[in-house]
């Protein structure tokens, strides 16, 4: 008898269980369209230029070390992700009413903010809404903290839109002052966001009803290339006068994956709150990290402080969206030169890393298994696995299953 035999096999994770699959076969002729990181048209990892030479300035400064940082994190990070989500005249920034920590990327982000507000949330049984779909860590995350998860209508699965008048809807019957997760741009797994417009419409139900926002936001700057468009949503939601928690994430606009680089922020309407809500998030921190980690955060640190370098970021994260784009563009050419069956401008009015093909569960088991391409089960597909090389080939596949039904 074993001390560990109650415990359950826990279910494979989808995203790693196909990166799996992907490595495993050697076919020349795959595609592996699952992966979250940026590729080059090559098909090759980009660490980008500027964080090559933020990484060789520090190697050159004597003073350079590996110490710990504070619980809160580096404050050159803290202080420009601040700067960059909430935009330099914020008034909650004059106002000191905005407390940043550093954490393990934008996971980290997400679960600290989860246990934070399991322990302090109003009403103490509020539950925490997320879109169908949404990124597949998300139910997790909050459920390992205790939160009930619930959904919201998201994704018109007809038109693969924004189904805004079901979400609006669901967001009005939720109970009062429930917490609702957001994504701030390119949202995953469907690249489908809201407009302005939309955004006004969220958040005029979202004061109506007393909801908690919690943003997700992954992609600034990555997604449409212009950091500022990219935090409309969050910086709408802060004028508006919300209290919210914002989770950051450093891994796709400046490639820093494996570095772990992110931030929590949490923003009060009462700058006499910053004190406690600060201690909390430090004390939760400690509990589980200690301290974050050095290395990625003295890199995004660097860029972000010098005028130069975060010039430089910008013209880069304007290569890889770019990229993107082009690739949006180059699919959905191929399909309707082939007239392939249905209307295809969703791939270009999605935005971002992911494209919610549309694609059924069987016709991606095909595209599997006859044509090597690796995606996943509800059809998304990471628009980066694209390029000129293999555009065709993706084209030419998808055009089959659809046609075979």
């Not at 931030?263 to 921190?285: E, F, G, I, K, T």
Request: with cysteine.
């Amino acid at each position: 008898m074993s001390y560990f035999d109650s415990v359950p096999q826990a279910p494979a994770d989808g995203i790693l269980k196909l990166s799996v699959m992907s490595k495993a076969d050697t076919n020349s002729k795959k595609v592996d369209l699952g992966v979250g990181a940026y590729r080059t048209d090559e098909g090759k990892p980009w660490v980008l230029p500027v964080v090559r030479k933020a990484e060789q300035r520090m190697a050159q400064d004597p003073a350079a070390n590996h110490e710990y940082l504070t619980v809160g994190g580096l404050p050159a990070l803290t202080n420009g992700a601040q700067t960059l989500i909430f935009g330099g005249d914020s008034a909650a920034l004059k106002e000191k009413r905005v407390y940043t920590i550093q954490t393990i990327s934008g996971t980290g982000a997400n679960m600290v903010g989860a246990v934070f507000l399991k322990q302090f949330k109003r009403p103490d049984d509020a539950a925490v809404y997320i879109s169908k779909p949404t990124w597949g860590n998300h139910r997790s995350i909050f459920q390992t903290a205790g939160h009930e998860v619930r959904e919201y209508r998201y994704c018109d699965y007809q038109t693969l839109g924004l189904d805004i008048d079901g979400m609006l809807a669901d967001l009005r019957a939720a109970p009062r002052a429930q917490i609702v997760v957001l994504h701030a741009c390119a949202h995953n797994p469907t690249g489908i966001d809201p407009t302005p417009a939309q955004w006004a419409q969220i958040a005029d139900v979202m004061q109506e009803r007393g909801h908690f926002p919690f943003f997700d936001c992954a992609y600034q700057g990555f997604a449409t290339g212009d950091v500022d468009r990219d935090a409309f949503a969050i910086r709408l939601f802060v004028d508006r006068g919300f209290e919210l928690l914002v989770a950051e994430s450093f891994a796709k606009n400046m490639g820093l994956y494996g570095e772990r680089t992110g931030c929590l922020h949490a923003v009060v309407a009462d700058p006499a709150r910053v004190a406690a809500v600060s201690s909390q998030l430090n004390r939760l921190s400690r509990a589980t990290i200690s301290t974050a980690a050095a290395y990625g955060a003295k890199v995004a640190g660097t860029v972000l402080q010098d005028p130069e370098l975060y010039g430089e970021w910008q013209q880069n994260m304007g290569e890889m969206s770019g990229r993107i784009m082009e690739m949006r563009r180059a699919l959905r050419q191929r399909l309707e030169k082939l007239q392939t069956p249905g209307d295809w401008s969703h791939v270009t009015s999605q935005i971002g890393m992911f494209s919610f093909t549309g694609l059924s569960a069987a016709q991606v088991q095909r595209l599997r298994e006859e044509f090597h391409m690796y995606l996943t089960d509800d059809g998304r597909i990471s628009v980066a696995g694209l390029n000129s090389g293999n555009v065709d080939y993706v084209a030419m596949a998808i055009d089959a299953v659809v046609r075979a039904g």
